[in-house]
């Protein structure tokens, strides 16, 4: 080998020792910021748990008007954490999946979790059905609890969840499909948001400096989703309208908004050297 050669090999072999230090010096980094987001996690999990209780409870006994006005508020929590939650594909399924997922639709005995609920709640305004598959529901929220305690987060998946919280809303719950029976979408667009702000709050300290454009923009794209939710707030201070009452233009520049936000958000792992 030449001395040329052997000074081009050793320069390689120093820019991979260098890229290697380097990233490692960005997981020593994420190591904070995860684990304060699996705090956040675990303190959304144990507010599901205990809301979903007090929702299983209420339409076991029957009470349909209280099951209805708990069912949204209780979504909130497993909706913040959903990049998670869908780590557990048998739970997301059991817990969130919809009726166009089962051959049979709403009446095919498969069809689980809170949307099978939904379903009979406002359509059929009865809870009498479906009282195992409240039974079931209570028990996968636990377990999905149980498994996130258990549970290193990845993160890839932590960082880039900021992107796929608003992907989701941008791609198929802005048609209102999700909570199709209820209308309180908005409630779960909330909630997508203040789980996809959470995170870069707490990556933000990594690129302050050398993203502060970035993230400015990031900021002022948070705020027009947040301005437009806000317009949209229930009189009584209680959530939201319902999801009936938005134009098509109104949906559109919803979508608008929340799409560049995801488009700017799906950068965010690049910039951490997640990619």
Do not use: C
Not at 33 to 38: G, L, N, S, V, W
Not at 47 to 57: C, M, S, Y
Not at 127 to 151: H, M
Not at 157 to 184: C, D
């Amino acid at each position: 080998m030449t001395f040329k050669r052997l000074l081009t090999v050793a320069a390689l072999m120093a820019g991979t020792a260098t890229t290697a230090l380097a990233q490692q010096a960005q997981a020593l980094d994420l190591v904070a910021p995860i684990a304060e987001y699996k705090i956040y996690v675990s303190e959304n999990v144990d507010q599901l748990v205990k809301d979903t209780t007090a929702f299983v409870q209420a339409v076991k006994a029957g009470e349909v008007d209280k099951a209805k006005a708990l069912y949204a508020p209780t979504r909130v929590s497993y909706e913040r954490v959903e990049p998670i939650a869908e780590l557990f594909s048998d739970l997301d399924v059991s817990i969130d999946s919809r009726a166009d997922d089962y051959e049979g639709a709403e009446k095919d005995p498969a069809f689980p979790g809170f949307h099978r609920i939904e379903y009979s709640l406002w359509v059929k305004n009865s809870a009498d059905d479906v009282k195992p598959v409240a039974d079931k529901l209570l028990a996968d929220v636990k377990e999905l609890q149980s498994r996130i305690d258990q549970l290193t987060f990845p993160p890839e998946v932590v960082v880039g969840g900021a992107a796929v919280l608003m992907e989701e809303v941008a791609a198929t719950k802005i048609s209102g499909e999700e909570n199709r029976y209820s209308k309180v979408d908005l409630w779960d667009f909330k909630a997508n948001t203040d789980g996809s702000y959470k995170i870069v709050e707490l990556v933000r300290p990594l690129i302050a400096k050398k993203e502060a454009t970035f993230l400015a923009e990031v900021d002022k794209n948070f705020k027009t989703v947040y301005d437009i939710l806000k317009t949209y707030e229930a009189q009584d201070g209680k959530g939201y309208v319902s999801y009936e009452k938005l134009t098509d233009k109104d949906r559109t520049v919803m979508a608008a908004a929340i799409n560049q936000l995801a488009e700017d958000l799906s950068t965010l792992r690049g910039k951490l050297g997640l990619d």
